[in-house]
């Protein structure tokens, strides 16, 4: 098997976009390592081998080890890594992600910057949540509590479709399992979406702290991403497999969740969802060349007007447009 210091890395050009990759892939009690181009994971079955850059966020559950070797294919193929707990109900931290672009980071600041922004970025988020809701004018309170009447609205609804008794939503920290079948069910749906809402935000190179619904947390950005798809996908999906019995809903949540996403294309919509929300122009705009496209390994120097220069030169004695 090569060794990382004989491998050269891959252009973003050469890699996998993260709208074809699979959407997430949850291991536990095992042991990552890699063979050449492949990710593979050992436990008491065998070995198996998964092609690194057809994945989109990997999660690491109870029991993993994960060797360094493997982290370096991974992170060369720009798949987010993200540590979770038991039953991925929790996320403890993330890996780098895909573009070499700055693009929608500056997008992402510049509309999050500004108040009166930020707020119509708020808006657009639930006008694409709640199709048919006016957002227009709605101040933070009133998106609010559209949301509350939307949510409870959609518990209520799946409840029907899928015969499974809801009285309320409950999470119980530090317990998972006093939880009741569809509440562990919302549970693990909404952790799962966090994290393929997660490898969206990293791979695309937005910051995951600065939200416009949410705010004060690290994964700001990523709880707003996440949310857009909370009643359409995230719930049904914990109903659809509370209604198949209380034991192992976890489980069947996720495999739900994860034909949910596949079936409707997620993370391609996800992914222009964002350039939406961030009103992205994309590249060819402040000296970039048109071509170059959104993950160009490209390093400019920016100007009075705005125009990039191309670094690594000496302006010393040169004009400067």
């Not at 979770?84 to 929608?104: D, K, W």
Request: with cysteine; charged share 25%.
């Amino acid at each position: 098997m090569s060794t990382v210091s004989k491998r050269a890395l891959s252009s973003p050009r050469e890699l996998t976009r993260v709208s074809d990759r699979t959407s997430f892939l949850y291991l536990e009690r095992c042991t990552v390592h890699r063979d050449d181009n492949a990710v593979t994971a050992t436990d008491a079955d065998g070995v198996t081998h998964i092609p690194s850059a057809t994945i989109g966020t990997l999660l690491l559950g109870p029991g993993t080890r994960v060797t360094h070797q493997a982290m370096a294919l991974l992170g060369e193929s720009g798949a987010a890594v993200i540590w979770v707990g038991e039953h991925g109900v929790r996320f403890y931290a993330g890996g780098r992600g895909l573009t070499r672009s700055s693009g929608l980071l500056e997008a992402q600041a510049k509309a999050w910057a500004n108040r009166r922004t930020r707020v119509e970025v708020a808006r657009e988020m639930y006008r694409m949540r709640f199709p048919g809701e006016d957002t227009a004018g709605c101040t933070r309170d009133d998106l609010l509590r559209m949301e509350g009447r939307q949510v409870k609205e959609c518990y209520r609804r799946e409840s029907e479709r899928t015969g499974v008794r809801w009285v309320r939503r409950e999470y119980h920290h530090g317990d998972f399992a006093a939880a009741d079948a569809p509440n562990q069910g919302v549970t693990a749906a909404a952790q799962c979406m966090y994290g393929v809402a997660h490898a969206v935000v990293a791979a695309l190179g937005c910051s995951p702290g600065l939200g416009f619904v949410h705010s004060g947390h690290e994964r700001s950005f990523v709880l707003d991403i996440a949310d857009l798809y909370k009643t359409e996908i995230a719930i049904p999906a914990a109903f659809d497999a509370a209604s198949m019995g209380d034991e192992d809903v976890p489980t069947r949540t996720r495999r739900a969740l994860r034909d949910h996403i596949n079936q409707k294309g997620l993370l391609a919509r996800c992914a222009n969802d964002i350039k939406i929300l961030l009103r992205y122009e994309g590249p060819g705009k402040h000296g970039a060349s048109p071509d170059e496209g959104p993950d160009a390994d490209r390093v400019g120097i920016q100007t009075d007007n705005g125009r990039l220069l191309a670094s690594g030169r000496n302006y010393g004695d040169e004009p400067i447009w």
